[in-house]
């Protein structure tokens, strides 16, 4: 009886969390499910409803709504592979026709951001997610910090970003959002201020490595009321696709414990001022297909 109460309420306490993620109507732009699975990770871009001193805060956005960061993670086979699709690649954009950079395609809501992706890179998706940085760091507080190894002291004037001494630091959740939203990393080497060169590609490497560091110390938690308190923050900070279940959320947080996918870089090139896909492009995208 005790055993039957217990996970009773665990399973009470686990869809009453499920229930207050937002779920998105995205299901009539999720493809079949076959071989593998697809899952749209998007980072969304709260910039518009940052304040000047909020963490994060970055005067060289404009407003608008886009998608931050655009993740590609599968599952095959019991392997994982993942690859960031660069905001400013070049992409029609679906329902309109217009030629735009691939972000763009957000300000028409989840549904066309996926048909975009499915229409110019020819990969199909299955599973939609949506963090959202800002109540991420929500996450981060209630894991006691995440240590991010860093090979430089650096800092961003615009997110407040601010480490001082090279190697493993640890970060509360307004030192990670200024990390993750950093898009003028700039390193302290031999003395001299050296931003990063390959700009939103960088920052995109970045969020990779903090969500899979999150990803991982989730993977280590064991205290019941810390978890507890995090996954109250994950709740606040997550939108999935309508399709999902409670059991296909619980399939996919299992997954992630520990995860260590295998990184997939989809080549690019300038072209203008944005990106277009490069030589081996076909290659990295058939690894998703």
Known sequence: MLLVLTVGGLFWWANSIFNRIEKVDVSDALAGGSGGTNYLIVGSDTADVLQPGDPGYDPARPGGQRSDTML????????????????????????????????????????????????????????????????????????????????????????????????????????????????????????????????????????????????????????PIALARVASNVADGLRVDDDMTLFDAMRFAWRLRGLTPSPVVLPTEPDGNGLALADGAEQALDQFR
Request: charged share 25%.
């Open 72 to 223: 590609i993670l599968r599952f095959e086979g019991g392997e994982a592979r993942i690859m960031s699709i660069p905001r400013d690649l070049w992409a029609t954009i679906a329902d309109t026709g217009d030629v735009g950079k691939i972000n763009g395609a957000y300000n028409g809501g989840p549904s066309r951001l996926i048909r975009t992706i499915e229409d110019n890179l020819d990969i199909s998706i299955q599973r939609y997610l949506e963090v959202d940085f800002v109540s991420f760091a929500g996450v981060v507080d209630g894991l006691g910090g995440i240590t991010i190894n860093f090979e430089h002291p650096a800092f961003d004037t615009n997110t407040g970003l601010n480490v001082t001494e090279a190697g493993p630091v640890e970060l509360n959740g307004e030192q990670a959002l200024a990390y993750v939203r950093s898009r003028h990393y700039t390193e302290i080497i031999d003395g001299e201020e050296v931003e990063d060169p390959r700009a939103d590609l960088g920052r995109i490497e970045r969020q990779q490595a903090f969500m899979f560091t999150v990803f991982a110390k989730l993977g280590d938690a064991r205290n």
